[in-house]
């Protein structure tokens, strides 16, 4: 979760980064993480599960342009 997580940190904290670098990052946990991460940690107030997906906070966001580099490697089976 490190690369939603630093999606989430730097989108809502423009002033602090300059450019968000992140390595196949999982940019909607909340399709496939809502009994597993989000309802553990954040209870059932599903409105809350936005605030922590990546997906959803790009949405939401309207603050200055913000170079973003995103690497979603690609694996060759051999």
Known sequence: MGGNGAL?????????????????PSCNPTSW??????KR?????EELYEDYDA??????????FRDILLDQVSVTNY
């Not at 993480?33 to 989000?38: L, M, V």
């Open 8 to 24: 989430v940190i730097g989108l809502r904290n423009p002033e602090l980064f300059q450019s968000i670098s992140v390595l196949a």
């Open 33 to 38: 993480g809502r009994e597993a991460i989000f």
């Open 41 to 45: 940690f954040l209870g059932d107030n």
């Open 55 to 64: 997906s959803y906070v790009i949405k939401k966001y309207n603050g200055p």
